[in-house]
């Protein structure tokens, strides 16, 4: 099948150019995963810096300097199953689609990949949360460097706002609804009916609450995807800030940082930050208990 570079497609165009006909709406097999397999050619649906719509968040990206993609397999791929092999000796051509907002339902063609490198047993998870792993290629796409930076550019910093925003959102329309409520009052200022973010001298802090009895206030960070330990030193200049110039003596100064992910650099960072926790959401924003 032939694609055009940097145009976008959806999952149902694609599937009509191949078979005249749209993508069922039940029993569509793999068209609605990561990568479906059609005689000799593979579609592989990426998706960059952001989770898919199954929960799964692999580290797929572009290097810029180097002109590679990493592409991540489904969890349980291995570079031993027979299709893989066949991908690995060059008798099944792979077509790669990306993009970067999972609500989006356009992917951009970067073209046909070629395999540079290749290994097994890269740590993931399945539907179900339990740990296996996959298989992990690095690969070039002819004028993907053409692409993708202008797709970045647009896509990108868009989907990153979008998911932090609407994450924000969420928590402060159902700020009563959530055990957080329950144990503080948002400390946030409201212009004209809009509310206004409390600024520090080093940035805005997504959502600043105070205690219901005013003993202790509350720093909370967002971040859209997963969490790392450079999200520590942000939210500590903040608290240091609260502490400084906002509460007495009395008050203590907390932090909470929500992420649909976290890794092991944030939680040795976390483990001599005691005044910090960790929470998760779920692609649909409800919040999770702290695992940290």
Known sequence: MEFKKGSEYTRDQIHNLYFQKPLPKKGTGNWKTGYVRIKEELIVFMNIDVPGRTGHDFDNRYNPSEKTIVWYGKPDSHSQQPMIQKLINGKIKPHFFARWDNRDPKFVYLGIGKIITFEDDHPTKRSDGTSTTCFQMTLSCEDADKILPTATDSNVQKSNFAMEKHL?????????????????????????????KFKTDTGEIDIFAISKDKTE????????????????????????????EIANKNQKVKGLIIALEDDLSLKRALSINPEINFRRYQIG???MKSEL
Do not use: C
């Not at 969420?170 to 009916?193: A, C, L, P, Q």
């Open 168 to 196: 924000e959102e969420f928590i402060i329309e159902n700020w009563d609804s959530t055990d957080i409520g329950k144990d503080y009052d948002r400390h946030e200022d409201e212009i004209d009916g809009k509310r206004k």
């Open 217 to 244: 206030y509350l720093v909370i960070e967002l971040k859209k995807g997963r969490a790392t330990y450079s999200v520590v030193g942000q939210i500590q200049s903040y608290m240091g800030y609260v502490k400084d």
């Open 285 to 287: 924003f409800d919040l």
